[in-house]
């Protein structure tokens, strides 16, 4: 499976953006898919996840209530939409893939990384 990210960018803090993954390869509808991110000095954290049924969505703590995760199986893409951005939203996004079985929102149990997408929230 190959993972692009798009849709970075810079946003005002409150504002909202739309960052999306589209996958190639094998099975995309197998996988379960998760957002990580990654800020400057800090160590990558889990941000959201779905599984690969598309059922069942659950998110950190610290974007709870704000972002949205949703999957297109026909598309092969899965999308994170953040709403009421904060600065400390502010990092590198990765998109992820697990096999079932495999938990997307342990890092160590990824199959599958994307390249990153860069969020910058201004304030």
């Known amino acids: 499976v190959q993972l692009v990210e798009s849709g970075g960018g810079l946003v005002q803090a409150g504002g909202s953006l739309r960052v999306s993954c589209a996958a190639s390869?094998?099975?995309?509808?197998?996988?379960?898919m998760g957002w990580f991110r990654q800020a400057p000095g800090k160590e990558r954290e889990f941000v959201a996840a779905?599984?690969?049924?598309?059922?069942?969505?659950y998110y950190a703590d610290s974007v709870k209530d704000r972002f949205t995760i949703s999957r297109d199986n026909a598309k092969n893409t899965v999308y994170l939409e953040m709403n009421s951005l904060k600065p400390e939203d502010t990092a590198v996004y990765y998109c992820?893939?697990?096999?079932?079985?495999?938990?997307?929102?342990?890092?160590?149990?990824?199959?599958?990384w994307g390249q990153g997408t860069q969020v910058t929230v201004s304030s």
């Open positions: 992820a893939a697990a096999r079932r079985g495999f938990r997307v929102d342990v890092s160590t149990e990824v199959d599958y």
């Open positions: 390869g094998r099975t995309f509808s197998g996988y379960s």
């Open positions: 779905m599984s690969w049924s598309g059922t069942r969505p």
